[in-house]
């Protein structure tokens, strides 16, 4: 299969000094169009509270209305539904929350897959015959115009919620629930079956003020949500989020017994988890036996019978599975012995194929071999076929169908995915023409399978912490996939075939120092030799996700394709994702001693690994990456680190402790000697490169001469290529932290810093150092202070002070304040950079903000020598 790799990559404009997230996480909710802080917030915290009221879809009081009669006059409900997963959750959280309000008189109707899709005559003459007076529909009805009037003509009430597409005018019914209604003022219109009977029936139970009743249902509403596909998105994140929560918890009898039986009661429920080993439970009973068994065994209070179901349902659902597998693997077998890949639509028929898994089928063979594919039914008895069909980018299936209609007895879909019936004897002709369309279509082109890849990160982010900010952004699903990422200049290692027929491949991977073990890449053990005996570079593309193992976590990745690398100098990109690394980091460490969580750890270096301490204890180690990450922070950016534990997680053997490791902002003073302490300071800040001009400059009449600083923004001038340079509040940086810091050193107490400038207020070093005032409404002070009149404007400047730092711009006037001016060109030599520029200069020539200190330190020198220096602004900060 031949791939295209397409790096999404967009740049946040926010950085984890903005907002305490990984830069990589803003980076892909960037990509998915989340980019204002307080959308990220709200994605990151989805909170039930911020569920949009429903009451703005159409007809939603006019049903509520309907139930409310029929449950206060005793009149017999009967609930429709479909025979998925989304039908079959819709229908019982109906039928539990309508005995809840106190409905005695209720039964559900959920058709056999042989019956078709939907509301049906013969159905609606057997719900007739039970003496039913009204019908609710659930996950169905919005197309079913004649079956409504059918309906009403024998003298029953219909109430339709759905949520498919509305194709023409809705159906005549007493009130009809959809958000994809275009005259609703409810903005979300892609709610699942569930989720729209779950605002329903959240609005009945509002009203009554018993709301946390039927949030006891969101388990029940996530897995419906989940199994149909729906973007996991808005109103659905909330649901989802939140009702995974439950799912460790849940009430519901019949969900906690399959639960208990699929084992997965002892950890926290995934959306992988409900779509790949719970939803197929509920799917096959629909698939391959009778739905209504999966709304039984999720309304019952029996535990015989709820016992009984659940076995039932995972043992059709084993059947479904051995069905499938059975018919794919032999499918697989018929395609590689008689070349059958060539072709290019793959089309398969057979009166051994089941009707409930042709569409699994035609995925499988989609995925192995990215060609359209069609698996079809043959039913000998009715003599007709059932085919289910998936295709690719770029051949449309439906539009394929619809060239043959004229020999098909009924088809439909979209440009992926569709279904039909046809006549047996049409069949031959049907596979032949369509072979011939396929081949005509798709004439000069070569299917290739996009790869969207999200971000490329460093090897160094391939850790559990890293996991752990990824795991900011679930639940994934659709509308919210789980990211792909990328990483270059991979040494692969230990490749090896596990297992058991061999048929997945595992390797290991380093890069820059870091090592990840049992990267797998499934169903690919043909590319064994050639990690064996071609080259060791590779770039790789992956998903990240946590496994745990005797009470250790790993990172798990997942390989999604692999190409040789080109080996290109990617430094810039690793000391930026190293400069940009969020703090605090959750991180976990083990250990056999008991500790408390009010305990204080610190961690000490050895060599390059991190010690937990306790005291001069040493309780256990960080994880090999993780030390290494901490380590070259600390070698690049001068970066000491501090440790929090929170959460202990006791186990049998050790305990699991979850820590956040902290950026420490606040400097030991261990001397009253002013040049020890100014010394520490300085390196604190800048390791070992000497304040700019500037800087020393304003100290030394600050503490030299004993005077005040009166700092004009506009008489600081620094050009570059003959041009002004913006000077920013960084440029004030180090002067203000500087003094900040010695102050705080005399005093014990931080400085009064009048400003309203959020640079300066959401820097932690600030905060750490500064009693930030928003309003100046002193007249007198004998203290030292800070004054940032750019941000707080007085009219005339009458304030008394001992001693200030005064910043101001040229609006404001006064004759007490005497101005320092800074006025300087950078040498002919120092040029600003361009993106363009970047792809063609030596490296060792480029300055930029993210540089480590020593490479910063090494290029400055150079740019003394005289050669030439491509830089951001960064570079006046040390002019």
């Known amino acids: 299969?031949?791939?295209?790799?397409?790096?999404?990559?967009?740049?946040?404009?926010?950085?984890?000094?903005?907002?305490?997230?990984?830069?990589?996480?803003?980076?892909?909710?960037?990509?998915?169009?989340?980019?204002?802080?307080?959308?990220?917030?709200?994605?990151?915290?989805?909170?039930?509270?911020?569920?949009?009221?429903?009451?703005?879809?159409?007809?939603?009081?006019?049903?509520?209305?309907?139930?409310?009669?029929?449950?206060?006059?005793?009149?017999?409900?009967?609930?429709?539904?479909?025979?998925?997963?989304?039908?079959?959750?819709?229908?019982?959280?109906?039928?539990?929350?309508?005995?809840?309000?106190?409905?005695?008189?209720?039964?559900?109707?959920?058709?056999?897959?042989?019956?078709?899709?939907?509301?049906?005559?013969?159905?609606?003459?057997?719900?007739?015959?039970?003496?039913?007076?009204?019908?609710?529909?659930?996950?169905?009805?919005?197309?079913?115009?004649?079956?409504?009037?059918?309906?009403?003509?024998?003298?029953?009430?219909?109430?339709?919620?759905?949520?498919?597409?509305?194709?023409?005018?809705?159906?005549?019914?007493?009130?009809?629930?959809?958000?994809?209604?275009?005259?609703?003022?409810?903005?979300?219109?892609?709610?699942?079956?569930?989720?729209?009977?779950?605002?329903?029936?959240?609005?009945?139970?509002?009203?009554?003020?018993?709301?946390?009743?039927?949030?006891?249902?969101?388990?029940?509403?996530?897995?419906?949500?989940?199994?149909?596909?729906?973007?996991?998105?808005?109103?659905?994140?909330?649901?989802?989020?939140?009702?995974?929560?439950?799912?460790?918890?849940?009430?519901?009898?019949?969900?906690?017994?399959?639960?208990?039986?699929?084992?997965?009661?002892?950890?926290?429920?995934?959306?992988?988890?409900?779509?790949?080993?719970?939803?197929?439970?509920?799917?096959?009973?629909?698939?391959?036996?009778?739905?209504?068994?999966?709304?039984?065994?999720?309304?019952?209070?029996?535990?015989?019978?709820?016992?009984?179901?659940?076995?039932?349902?995972?043992?059709?659902?084993?059947?479904?599975?051995?069905?499938?597998?059975?018919?794919?693997?032999?499918?697989?077998?018929?395609?590689?012995?008689?070349?059958?890949?060539?072709?290019?639509?793959?089309?398969?028929?057979?009166?051994?194929?089941?009707?409930?898994?042709?569409?699994?089928?035609?995925?499988?063979?989609?995925?192995?071999?990215?060609?359209?594919?069609?698996?079809?039914?043959?039913?000998?008895?009715?003599?007709?076929?059932?085919?289910?069909?998936?295709?690719?980018?770029?051949?449309?299936?439906?539009?394929?169908?619809?060239?043959?209609?004229?020999?098909?007895?009924?088809?439909?879909?979209?440009?992926?995915?569709?279904?039909?019936?046809?006549?047996?004897?049409?069949?031959?002709?049907?596979?032949?023409?369509?072979?011939?369309?396929?081949?005509?279509?798709?004439?000069?082109?070569?299917?290739?399978?996009?790869?969207?890849?999200?971000?490329?990160?460093?090897?160094?982010?391939?850790?559990?912490?890293?996991?752990?900010?990824?795991?900011?952004?679930?639940?994934?699903?659709?509308?919210?996939?789980?990211?792909?990422?990328?990483?270059?200049?991979?040494?692969?290692?230990?490749?090896?075939?596990?297992?058991?027929?061999?048929?997945?491949?595992?390797?290991?991977i380093d890069q820059k120092g870091f090592s990840v073990k049992n990267a797998i890449w499934f169903n690919n053990s043909d590319k064994i030799s050639e990690l064996t005996n071609d080259s060791i570079f590779y770039d790789i593309v992956f998903k990240l996700e946590t496994s745990e193992f005797n009470d250790r976590f790993y990172p798990n990745i997942l390989i999604e394709d692999m190409k040789k690398s080109k080996l290109k100098d990617d430094r810039f990109h690793f000391y930026h994702s190293m400069y940009y690394t969020s703090f605090p980091i959750k991180s976990v460490f083990y250990t056999t001693i008991d500790i408390d969580s009010e305990d204080k750890l610190h961690i000490k270096k050895n060599f390059s690994n991190y010690s937990i301490m306790m005291g001069k204890k040493t309780i256990s180690k960080l994880d090999q990456n993780i030390s290494n990450l901490l380590d070259q922070l600390h070698n690049f950016y001068n970066y000491e680190f501090e440790i929090k534990i929170e959460e202990i997680d006791k186990r049998q053997y050790h305990n699991i402790v979850h820590i956040l490791i902290k950026k420490k902002h606040k400097l030991e003073n261990y001397s009253n000697s002013d040049s020890v302490q100014f010394r520490n300071i300085k390196n604190f800040l800048l390791k070992d490169i000497p304040y700019n001009d500037f800087t020393k400059k304003a100290l030394s009449i600050f503490y030299k001469e004993n005077k005040s600083i009166h700092i004009n923004r506009d008489n600081i001038k620094i050009e570059l290529e003959e041009e002004p340079v913006d000077i920013t509040e960084s440029y004030l940086y180090n002067l203000l932290l500087t003094i900040s810091i010695k102050y705080y050193f005399e005093n014990d107490r931080k400085i009064n810093f009048y400003t309203t400038n959020k640079y300066f207020k959401e820097k932690p070093e600030f905060k750490t150092y500064c009693n930030f005032i928003d309003k100046i409404n002193i007249r007198n002070s004998n203290d030292i202070c800070i004054f940032d009149f750019n941000s707080i404007k007085l009219p005339n400047f009458k304030i008394n002070y001992e001693k200030a730092i005064v910043i101001y711009d040229s609006e404001i006037k006064s004759d007490k304040l005497e101005n320092i001016i800074f006025n300087t060109k950078l040498p002919k030599n120092i040029v600003k950079i361009s993106k363009n520029l970047l792809k063609n200069i030596d490296y060792e020539s480029i300055f930029l903000h993210y540089l480590p200190i020593e490479n910063k330190k090494y290029i400055l020198e150079l740019a003394k020598k005289g050669k030439i220096i491509y830089t951001d602004n960064s570079i006046i900060d040390y002019y």
């Open 1 to 508: 299969m031949k791939t295209k790799w397409s790096l999404l990559e967009k740049k946040s404009k926010l950085t984890p000094f903005d907002i305490p997230i990984d830069y990589n996480i803003l980076n892909i909710l960037a990509n998915r169009g989340i980019t204002k802080k307080n959308d990220i917030i709200k994605f990151i915290n989805p909170k039930l509270e911020n569920l949009e009221d429903p009451q703005g879809l159409i007809d939603l009081d006019l049903a509520i209305l309907e139930i409310e009669d029929a449950i206060k006059n005793d009149k017999k409900i009967c609930i429709y539904g479909d025979y998925d997963v989304d039908g079959i959750t819709s229908t019982s959280i109906l039928y539990l929350s309508l005995k809840k309000l106190g409905a005695s008189n209720i039964i559900y109707y959920i058709p056999l897959r042989n019956e078709g899709y939907g509301l049906n005559k013969n159905a609606i003459d057997e719900i007739k015959s039970k003496n039913v007076d009204l019908i609710i529909t659930v996950d169905c009805g919005i197309s079913s115009h004649s079956e409504v009037e059918y309906i009403k003509e024998l003298g029953m009430r219909v109430v339709i919620t759905d949520h498919h597409d509305i194709s023409s005018n809705i159906p005549k019914s007493h009130a009809c629930v959809n958000p994809k209604r275009l005259d609703n003022k409810y903005s979300f219109p892609n709610l699942a079956g569930v989720g729209v009977v779950f605002m329903l029936v959240y609005t009945m139970f509002k009203k009554l003020n018993r709301l946390e009743e039927v949030f006891d249902f969101l388990d029940i509403v996530a897995l419906g949500t989940i199994a149909d596909i729906m973007p996991l998105i808005k109103e659905n994140r909330i649901i989802v989020k939140h009702g995974l929560e439950k799912f460790k918890t849940t009430k519901n009898l019949g969900l906690r017994s399959i639960i208990n039986k699929l084992e997965l009661n002892n950890k926290d429920i995934t959306v992988g988890d409900v779509s790949f080993k719970i939803a197929p439970i509920f799917n096959a009973v629909g698939r391959l036996s009778d739905a209504k068994l999966a709304v039984k065994l999720l309304i019952s209070e029996s535990t015989v019978e709820i016992n009984a179901l659940a076995q039932n349902l995972i043992s059709n659902n084993i059947n479904r599975k051995k069905i499938q597998d059975e018919i794919i693997d032999n499918l697989l077998e018929e395609i590689e012995h008689n070349n059958y890949n060539k072709k290019d639509i793959l089309i398969f028929h057979s009166p051994e194929f089941h009707h409930g898994i042709i569409g699994i089928v035609a995925s499988k063979v989609v995925e192995k071999y990215y060609k359209p594919a069609i698996i079809i039914e043959e039913n000998l008895d009715e003599g007709i076929a059932v085919g289910s069909c998936r295709s690719v980018e770029g051949f449309n299936i439906t539009k394929a169908l619809s060239y043959f209609s004229k020999d098909l007895i009924k088809f439909g879909g979209h440009s992926n995915a569709a279904g039909f019936t046809i006549k047996l004897e049409n069949l031959e002709k049907f596979k032949k023409d369509m072979e011939e369309y396929a081949t005509k279509q798709l004439q000069g082109i070569s299917l290739i399978k996009n790869i969207n890849i999200d971000m490329k990160i460093p090897a160094q982010k391939i850790s559990y912490e890293f996991i752990q900010s990824l795991n900011l952004l679930k639940p994934f699903g659709f509308g919210n996939s789980t990211p792909i990422l990328m990483t270059e200049n991979c040494i692969i290692h230990n490749p090896n075939l596990i297992g058991a027929k061999k048929q997945h491949l595992k390797f290991d």
